[in-house]
């Protein structure tokens, strides 16, 4: 997991996929504990950014209606 892009780099779509390639990958693989924690954290901080994403066009759609936000 050395050569991944920063998450805070990432478009939306681009983390959403990771996510779901990160999940699937927890689901089904039989990791050692280390590197099932590190997939995890990475799981996380992927879900953090798709959030941080959805708020900032949910502001961004908002401001467009003319919404006080």
Same mark, same amino acid.
């Given at each position: 997991?050395?050569?991944?892009?920063? $998450?805070? %780099?990432? @478009?939306?779509?681009? @983390? #959403?996929? %990771?996510? *779901? @390639? /990160? /999940?699937?990958?927890?689901? *089904? =693989?039989?990791?050692? #504990?280390? =590197? @099932?924690?590190?997939?995890?954290?990475r +799981?996380q901080?992927?879900?953090?950014?798709?959030? #941080?994403? #959805? =708020?900032?066009? %949910?502001?961004? /759609?908002? *401001?467009?209606? +003319? %919404?006080? $936000?």
């Open positions: 997991m050395s050569n991944l892009k920063p $998450v805070e %780099e990432m @478009t939306y779509e681009e @983390t #959403l996929a %990771e996510l *779901q @390639t /990160v /999940v699937a990958a927890l689901e *089904q =693989e039989s990791r050692p #504990l280390d =590197e @099932t924690i590190a997939l995890y954290e +799981g901080a992927l879900a953090r950014h798709c959030a #941080l994403l #959805l =708020e900032k066009a %949910e502001l961004r /759609v908002r *401001q467009l209606n +003319g %919404e006080n $936000v």
